[in-house]
T-cell receptor
């Protein structure tokens, strides 16, 4: 069966420090991968999605970047964190025929990021 | 811009009460609709989905949702809730068939009292 792993589960970082959050998927190949952020009291906002190795689409302008160095690995990064980067970050995957818009997404457990 | 609105932010019910959580979206074209649930301490998981066909869809654990195109709504229902239904519920819409972009509502926290 397919599984998705995110780490770390929680992270406290000072303003201006770099960031690297990792997400890996097992049990499937060529998944579509997504990074979401949930700020306190708000819904989930899509940050990036990827349909293949090295293919990244950014949904909102921000201080973050994403990379997909391997088929089942998705990394969220920042060179210098801002206070506004605090939040709950979720990785998700989907796969299937007929276009990726109508396939359900499966979520990881998330990373709670606090910027001090 | 596309948006999803969940009208109830916090709902408290007693066991066996009926549940209806509202979800409205703003988009005039073809949509794919989802309800996700997050139980305490667990990851977000799919409750049910609508892509096409019968507008009344049934999901896991006795939940169902009805897509009413004329009202741009996809309300979630359950005839009789249980204490174990205590969770946060998210409505999500995909309005782009060639991307996986989901637009989420703000979420509704459901608390069921035993």
């Amino acid at each position: 069966s397919q599984t998705i792993h995110q780490w770390p589960a929680t992270l406290v970082q000072p303003v201006g420090s770099p960031l690297s959050l990792e997400c890996t998927v097992e049990g499937t190949s060529n998944p579509n991968l997504y990074w979401y952020r949930q700020a306190a009291g708000r819904g989930l906002q899509l940050l990036f999605y990827s349909v293949g190795i090295g293919q990244i689409s950014s949904e909102v302008p921000q201080n973050l970047s994403a990379s997909r160095p391997q088929d089942r690995q998705f990394i969220l990064s920042s060179k210098k964190l801002l206070l506004s980067d605090s939040g709950f970050y979720l990785c998700a995957w989907s796969v299937g025929p007929g276009g990726i818009g109508n396939q359900p997404q499966h979520f990881g457990d998330g990373t709670r990021l606090s910027i001090l | 811009a596309q948006s999803v609105s969940q009208h109830n932010h916090h709902v408290i019910l007693s066991e066996a009460a009926s549940l209806e959580l509202g979800c409205n979206y703003s988009y005039g074209g073809t949509v794919n609709l989802f309800w996700y649930v997050q139980y305490p301490g667990q990851h977000l998981q799919l409750l049910l989905k609508y892509f096409s066909g019968d507008p009344l869809v049934k999901g896991i654990k006795g939940f169902e949702a009805e897509f009413i195109k004329s009202k741009f709504s996809f309300n979630l229902r359950k005839p009789s809730v249980q204490w174990s239904d205590t969770a946060e519920y998210f409505c999500a819409v995909n309005a782009s068939s060639n991307t996986g972009k989901l637009i989420f509502g703000q979420g509704t926290t459901l608390q069921v009292k035993p």
